[in-house]
């Protein structure tokens, strides 16, 4: 062992956890080394080449009718009076933050009470966060969540009595706050090594004894106790910084942080017109374009979660109003066990509510293709594919029947018996839904437009659109856009 050996360890049990039952395992059966370690508290002590399995249980059994008996009433006594005094430490904190003490004198006579490890002058709050705290809680019953609660509480005061100088307690579900001390503390830069020392050791505490990741907000160093309600209140204005720096984040005051902003704007409407364009145009390049261009502006804006929200909630809703028009399952476009709602509110960060509405958009797409598929053949499909590639040029049916591999009569003959219409008719209808899309996007001159769907010239354009349509291009924008 390191550090100590058998005995000292015993020893050292027995003087943080008197009232914890252990057993000795050992090689030395050395009389001196055993009286040493049942004068320590130790309730057995077992030679290691003696073990076996019929002796290791005999020891347990024994062991648990003695904590039946009446023996354990005292660690019982023990248990409601540790937890009655980690009531009242939480309790004191949760007073602190509360503004509930009007007078330090009050804050001393506690800490003196109650015998705290910690001092009223140059203290620093910490708050801690649990990364996707719901989803952690979610996998865990109530007696579970009760342990992690305990765990996590115990493995941050365990780091905090190394220095003797600090308290921590719970505040709500996955969020917890340490208060630690520096009252004999000159140097600031000592203070401020110290405290990332603390925070460094709670983080690799907590991934590698309950494996699970946090974000820490530190507030700015209060002269005495009764200012550290603002510097905490300020330290958990700043976790909100979580949704773009990302999860497992450390927040320190002296980081340049930008002021979010709560502007309830809503999706753009020429970016909306673009995603679903490119939704009805199965290019997934542009719906990828158009998906970062949406989060990019969030970025720049630097919109506040609430603010951003209002925009994932309109992407949610344009998902579903093309599930409904295409008669896709909404299910399916989702692919998850839970409803978006709740998914979306498992999502902390920017980076992951981007990777998961990207998802769904291009598992559309996806659905999309597939929708065509399943109302047309595989030869009508090739040939519609390569026309929609080509609508720029004059095709003719020779044309597309080589590209499908048949010959131009029966491709001729397929397109009147499953589409209803001959082959120009349906060119001409994929060129004019193109057009609409292009329109709609806003992006291009009617002649550009005109000119990338394979028309000739304007005037042309502008007829066949108003014959077939039943308005003209600006009436079809005007009309589309209230």
Same mark, same amino acid.
């Not at 200012?227 to 209140?233: C, F, G, I, N």
């Not at 506040?304 to 951003?308: G, T």
């Given at each position: 062992?390191p550090?100590?050996?058998?005995?000292q360890?015993?020893?050292?049990?027995?003087?943080?956890?008197?009232?914890?039952?252990?057993?000795m395992?050992?090689?030395?059966?050395d009389f001196?080394?055993v009286r040493?370690a049942?004068?320590?508290?130790a309730v057995?002590?077992l030679?290691?080449?003696?073990?076996?399995?019929?002796?290791?249980l005999?020891?347990?059994r024994?062991?648990?009718s003695r904590?039946?008996?009446g023996e354990?009433?005292?660690?019982?006594?023990?248990?409601?009076?540790?937890t009655?005094?980690?009531?009242l430490?939480?309790?004191?904190?949760i007073?602190? @933050?509360?503004?509930?003490?009007?007078?330090?004198?009050?804050?001393?006579?506690h800490?003196?009470?109650q015998?705290?490890?910690i001092d009223t002058?140059?203290?620093?709050p910490?708050?801690?966060?649990?990364?996707?705290?719901?989803?952690?809680m979610?996998?865990?019953g109530?007696?579970e969540?009760?342990?992690?609660? &305990?765990?996590?509480?115990?493995?941050?005061?365990e780091?905090?009595?190394?220095?003797?100088?600090?308290?921590? +307690?719970?505040?709500?579900?996955?969020? &917890?706050?340490?208060?630690l001390?520096?009252?004999?503390?000159?140097?600031a830069a000592?203070m401020?090594?110290?405290t990332r020392?603390?925070?460094n050791?709670?983080?690799?505490c @907590?991934?590698?004894?309950?494996?699970?990741?946090?974000? &820490?907000?530190?507030?700015?160093?209060c002269?005495?106790?009764l200012?550290?309600?603002?510097?905490?209140?300020q330290a958990?204005?700043? @976790?909100?910084e979580?949704?773009?720096?990302?999860?497992?984040?450390?927040?320190?005051p002296?980081m340049?942080s930008?002021? @979010?902003i709560?502007k309830?704007?809503?999706?753009d409407?020429?970016?909306?017109k673009?995603l679903?364009? +490119?939704?009805k145009?199965?290019?997934?390049? +542009?719906?990828?374009?158009?998906?970062?261009?949406?989060?990019?502006s969030i970025?720049?804006?630097?919109l506040?979660?609430?603010?951003?929200q209002?925009?994932?909630n309109?992407l949610l809703?344009?998902?579903?109003r093309?599930?409904?028009?295409?008669?896709?399952?909404?299910e399916h476009?989702?692919?998850?066990?839970a409803?978006?709602h709740?998914v979306?509110?498992?999502?902390?960060?920017l980076?992951?509510?981007?990777?998961?509405?990207?998802g769904?958009?291009h598992r559309?797409l996806r659905?999309?293709?597939?929708?065509?598929?399943?109302?047309a053949?595989?030869?009508?499909?090739? +040939?519609?594919?390569y026309?929609?590639?080509h609508?720029?040029?004059?095709?003719s049916?020779g044309?597309v029947a080589?590209?499908?591999g048949?010959?131009?009569?029966?491709?001729s003959?397929?397109f009147?018996?499953?589409?209803?219409?001959?082959?120009?008719?349906y060119f001409?209808?994929?060129r004019l839904d193109?057009?609409?899309t292009?329109?709609?996007e806003?992006?291009?001159?009617?002649?550009?437009?005109a000119a990338?769907?394979?028309f000739?010239?304007y005037p042309?354009?502008?007829n066949?659109f108003?014959?077939?349509v039943?308005?003209?291009?600006g009436a079809y924008?005007k009309l589309?856009?209230?």
């Open positions: 062992m550090i100590m050996d058998g005995v360890l015993s020893s050292e049990i027995q003087r943080r956890y008197p009232h914890m039952p252990f057993v395992l050992s090689n030395y059966d001196a080394y040493s049942l004068q320590h508290g057995d002590y030679l290691k080449h003696m073990l076996n399995e019929q002796l290791l005999e020891l347990l024994n062991l648990r904590l039946k008996s354990n009433a005292e660690t019982a006594d023990y248990r409601v009076i540790a009655q005094i980690q009531a430490k939480h309790k004191f904190v007073q602190i @933050l509360s503004r509930f003490f009007k007078h330090e004198t009050e804050i001393v006579a800490i003196r009470a015998r705290l490890p002058k140059k203290v620093v910490i708050v801690i966060e649990l990364d996707q705290s719901r989803d952690a979610a996998r865990r109530l007696n969540e009760e342990l992690l609660h &305990f765990s996590i509480l115990n493995i941050i005061e780091v905090l009595s190394d220095n003797d100088n600090g308290i921590a +307690a719970p505040i709500s579900n996955g969020r &917890f706050v340490v208060l001390s520096y009252a004999s503390t000159r140097s000592n401020d090594h110290r020392s603390v925070v050791r709670i983080d690799q @907590l991934k590698t004894f309950v494996k699970l990741h946090a974000s &820490f907000s530190i507030g700015v160093q002269e005495h106790m200012q550290v309600p603002d510097s905490y209140e958990c204005g700043k @976790l909100a979580k949704f773009y720096l990302g999860t497992n984040c450390m927040i320190y002296d340049q930008e002021i @979010l709560d309830m704007t809503g999706l409407l020429k970016m909306e673009e679903v364009a +490119a939704l145009l199965d290019d997934a390049e +542009a719906v990828q374009a158009t998906m970062t261009a949406i989060f990019q970025r720049r804006e630097r506040s979660p609430v603010a951003a209002m925009i994932f309109e809703g344009m998902i579903n093309i599930c409904r028009e295409m008669q896709i399952d909404t476009a989702y692919s998850a066990s409803p978006p709740e979306m509110a498992s999502l902390e960060t980076d992951e509510i981007q990777s998961w509405l990207e769904i958009f559309l659905l999309l293709h597939r929708s065509e598929e399943r109302i053949s595989p030869n009508i499909r090739k +040939a519609a594919a026309m929609k590639k609508l720029h040029e004059n095709l049916l044309d080589d590209q499908v048949i010959s131009a009569p029966y491709l003959q397929i009147k018996e499953e589409q209803g219409i001959g082959f120009l008719d001409m209808e994929l193109k057009a609409k292009l329109l709609l806003e992006k291009l001159e009617l002649k550009e437009i990338a769907c394979g000739n010239n042309y354009f502008f066949v108003k014959k077939k039943g308005m003209t291009p924008v589309n856009k209230s």
